[in-house]
Nanobody, 123 residues
Framework: QVRLVESGGGSVQAGGSLRLSCQAS????????MGWFRQAPGKGQERVAV????????YYADPVKGRFTISQDHAKNTVYLQMNSLSPEDTAMYYC????????????????WGQGTQVTVSS
């Protein structure tokens, strides 16, 4: 079992930055990938960024490429999402998730989810 706790959300003006954190605990040895997802009101869930902890490789959705960076701190068992040049379109609840099967990494069917942290960007 893996427990994920997000933090770092908040309100910011357009053009600003936020850094989200996802603290993982429990049996994390089997984690193949970790991802950040978001869901805005009235919209479907969107996979924003994925990182493979063991390899250090990452993937980004087109809308956030060049603005968001996913990273990790192995010692702290924490994954971060640095978000720069934020726009109102980035307003959403952001969720951290972990998968223990590689086939799940590019889907939305991750095994473990955090409770989410709200990001609100005003114009």
């Amino acid at each position: 079992q893996v427990r994920l706790v997000e933090s770092g959300g908040g309100s910011v003006q357009a053009g600003g930055s936020l850094r989200l954190s996802c603290q993982a605990s429990g049996y994390t040895y089997g984690t193949v990938c970790m991802g950040w997802f978001r869901q805005a009101p009235g919209k479907g869930q969107e996979r924003v960024a994925v990182i493979y902890p063991k390899e250090g490789t990452s993937y980004y959705a087109d809308p956030v490429k060049g603005r968001f960076t996913i990273s990790q701190d192995h010692a702290k068992n924490t994954v971060y999402l640095q978000m720069n040049s934020l726009s109102p379109e980035d307003t959403a609840m952001y969720y951290c998730a972990a998968a223990d099967e590689e086939t799940l990494c590019y889907t939305r069917n991750y095994n473990y989810w955090g409770q989410g942290t709200q990001v609100t960007v005003s114009s």
